[in-house]
């Protein structure tokens, strides 16, 4: 038992020091304690900002992509419908049945729509009205109206919130403008979008149960939010929070913001924003601080309790230090008349020794107490259990196990263990302990011998964490000085595919992809020699060959000298970040369709381009190319038809090119390829740039598969070439846009190359454009007639010929104005107007005894006949003329043959039916197949003036003549020749049985009164 404790011992200075110096260390390490609660509280408060930031600007990113494809999406709509009404608006009686079906179908095609429709110039809603819809509404007092009848040049028009009078729903009304076939307004098409369509989709969102989500227009003017208001009055508003007023003083582009407690439902939300430039509109996501703090204040508790419970444990722990304090200065009074017998012992020893009885220390040398960081007036008294933690590193108490050693060691044992001990400063210490029983003035004591093996300890911890660091997740490789591989981790074989046995004794250099040069590798040395370290990014070669990016920190490790001893190399495989990369770059510049570089990307490239090409001085090209007819197969077929095609396009051309040339789509169906480093010489870079337009064409010869159709389709290519450019980019690609507008007034599918004088060509082909307008809104169009006659010489029929009295430059030839007339769609009104004239004519001329027998033939263009209403149109004619139809003959080409024969065939016998006659014209220049010919309704061959202007010095003219004529004998049909001018010709024709002629033997085509003179000369 230890003696008692005297009050003289307990108000020592050494006590009172002790103590007040002990209370002092429990305030010090709660202090500490507390501040470090703070921190991390505060760190995990910043942490949820930062997740509320990154949840909300990634979720308004989303709302925008998301907007801006609708409004993309409806402004396609908007100009297809555009385009169509202008056609159709050419047409003499506009098809308001078929415009109506039109826009039910586009409006199919966006079902976030709730109408697509449109108005007559005085803004009557009269076109895409459904069941329910009231008639006569009126939108001529709508901002947009007005904006798209006072300026043509307005193009898409986004509404304010508007209260639609149709549908009786907030809406926003996406419009444009409607010309008719002369540029003249029509009034406008708008398509309307519910704003709950746009709350539905925010009701999807995950911004919790008190999050918000707010679209405004490009005035801060609120159009939709969620949580709907209270109200549809506050649709418009422009009350904005404070808060936001600052963001967007700092940048009105994107940003986040922190809001007060709102004003509208009393809740403090979080707040990120976006402003799309494109179509001028905000997108405001806020999530609320109640909901993204929760985990915050669940910690935050969780904390607080954790740092009272350390500091009941401190106060606990200290009041016992300060009566084992105490109880020891007791016992080393005891042991002091000893001090002297092992004093020498004690302080010549280099470890720390301590004896101690049952009650605890009663002596140790200085090394001891120092190990300890006390005094030895300190460690006397105190218990083994009073120098460690509460616990030892296996989770065992170490009362416990400091007792049983003790007690193993008093009944005659030597143990010997490892212990981990605390210093006076907290601060863990790990000894090894030897105990062993000694006798000292015929007491029996314990004598622990106590070394510091904390070193040791730590070089083993060092050794366990870095031996876990380098089998981290992270590739890891070390070499000599020399570079040579000693060690390799386990992530860098599952990054490289090299096992520690493949790679271990090699160097780096089995990494090499060759992607580098040797500059590259001079730069990494270079940092390494003078930095101590390099890090960057490198593309490396893994074992099977693929060839990936990672990646690479490289430091160097120095000797004690200062030399290099080793470089430490640590990789991460960046794959998967540059693939996300990559799909970043794609959608900003490539086109999502063909995959094809966009606009964007091509004016970039060119421009790179055109500043090599003025380094190198070679030529670089520009094809432009463009789908003949594209749009009859749109509207054919669809627009899901037509994809399939711009896409198997894309594919063809990017075949015909090199690697390093640049296929790009415009738009549409215009694509342009750029050639770079051609020749220096001008002429073989023509060369070369035409051998690509002709492996262009020919990729184009063999059908396209379209779903379940088989389509033949053509390109008209336009070149021009470039090296030292001055001008704009921009005028580079009119350029090649001219040049394939020559390609495709060179009857298409074929390639033309830009020249100063083309500009001059497609001025005046503007100008006759304009004019054929004007011609056909004022009636500059006559007919004229050529007579056909049987072999006798008789007048049997005439051929009507359209001709363009032209105010200012006289009577036009029809290879003039025809081709441009079947180009922009005018070859329907004229057509039409053909058909009619001839038609009033045939009926008077029945009238007229000396003209009652003559047939009329008409020439009908290929885009005429497929009109779906043709046939009803004809009839139309003749019943309101009252025209015999045996009298009329419609005259047809062969490049009708070319699509959709079996249309061909179902029209003409309808017609056929009720007495009109068809002739095939130009016979034998087309591609007519005689399988289809045999089929078609026909009653007479046209042989060709081609043919018969050299068929008496032809052999080949001539035995083409015949074939037509033993064609149509065994065919059944009649058969004429066109272009007879001598009677050499003539006769030559009837020896092989043709006894029907047209042509300036017998007359030139003439005005209608001079062919009516010309008749009656003629008789019969």
Known sequence: MPPPVSADQTSSPDTRRFVRHLWLGVLVLNLLVAAFAAQAIYSSWRNQIEHARTATQNLSMTLEGEIVGIFDNVDLALKNLVDDYADKCRSKAFPVEEWNVELRRQRLHLPILSGIRGTDTAGTVSYGLVKGDPQGTSVADRNYFVAHRDHPDAGLLISRPVFSRITHQWSLVLSRRLNDGNGRFGGIIAATIPLERFSERFTTLKVGDHGSIGMRDGNLRLIVRYPQLAHDGEIGSTRIADEFTAALQRTRTSGSYQAGVSSIDGIQRFHSYRRNGTYDFYINVGVAKDEYLTPWHDELIQTGAMACFFLLVTVLFARKLQQGWISQQAAAAQLSKVEGKYRLLFEQANDGIFLQDETGFIDCNQHGASMYGLTKEQVIGRSPADLCPERQADGQLSAKVAAEKIAAAFSGEKPCFEWRALRADSVPLDVEVSLSPVEVDGGTYLQAIVRDISERKLTEQYLRVAATAFESQEGMLITDAARTILRVNRAFSEITGYSAEDAVGKTPHLLKSGRHDAAFYDVMTESLLRRGTWQGEIWNRRKNGEVYPEWLIITAVKDDSGEIANYVATLTDITARKTAEDEIRHLAFYDPLTRLPNRRLLLDRLQQALASSSRSERYGALLFIDLDNFKTLNDTLGHDIGDLLLQQVAQRIATCVREGDTVARLGGDEFVVMLEDLSEHPLEAATQAEIVGEKILGAFRLAFQLANYEHHSTPSIGVTLFTNH????????????????????????????????????????????????????????????????????????????????????????????????????????????????????????????????????????????????????????????????????????????????????????????????????????????????????????????????????????????????????????????EGVEIEAQMDFLARQGCHAYQGYLFSHPLPLAEFEEYAKRSGR
């Open 726 to 977: 001055q001008g704009s980019i921009d005028e580079l690609l009119k350029r090649a846009d001219l040049a394939m507008y020559q390609a495709k007034a060179s009857g298409r599918n074929t390639l033309r190359f830009f020249d100063p004088e083309m500009q001059a060509v497609v001025t005046t082909r503007a100008a006759l454009e304009a004019d054929l307008h004007e011609a056909v809104l004022k009636d500059q169009f006559l007919l004229y007639y050529q007579a056909q006659v049987d072999g006798e010489g008789c007048l049997t029929g005439v051929e009507a010929l359209l001709r363009w009295q032209h105010p200012e430059r006289g009577l036009v030839s029809p290879l003039e104005f025809i081709p441009l007339a079947e180009e922009t769609g005018l070859i329907l009104p004229l057509g039409h107007w053909v058909l009619e004239t001839a038609c009033v004519q045939l009926a008077l001329w029945s009238a007229r005894p000396e003209m009652a027998h003559l047939t009329v033939a008409v020439n009908v263009s290929a885009r005429q006949f497929r009109h779906y209403d043709f046939v009803d149109q004809v009839l139309e004619v003749l019943a309101r003329t009252g025209a015999n139809p045996q009298r009329l003959k419609l005259e047809l080409t062969e490049s009708l043959l070319l699509d959709d024969v079996e249309d061909v065939i179902a029209k003409m016998a309808a017609l056929k039916v009720q007495g009109v006659g068809f002739a095939l014209d130009d016979f034998g220049t087309g591609y007519s197949s005689l399988s289809y010919l045999k089929r078609l309704p026909l009653d007479q061959l046209k042989i060709d003036q081609g043919f018969v202007r050299d068929i008496l010095i032809d052999p080949n003219d001539a035995a083409i003549a015949k074939m037509v004529v033993a064609l149509a004998k065994s065919l059944g049909l009649a058969v004429i020749a």
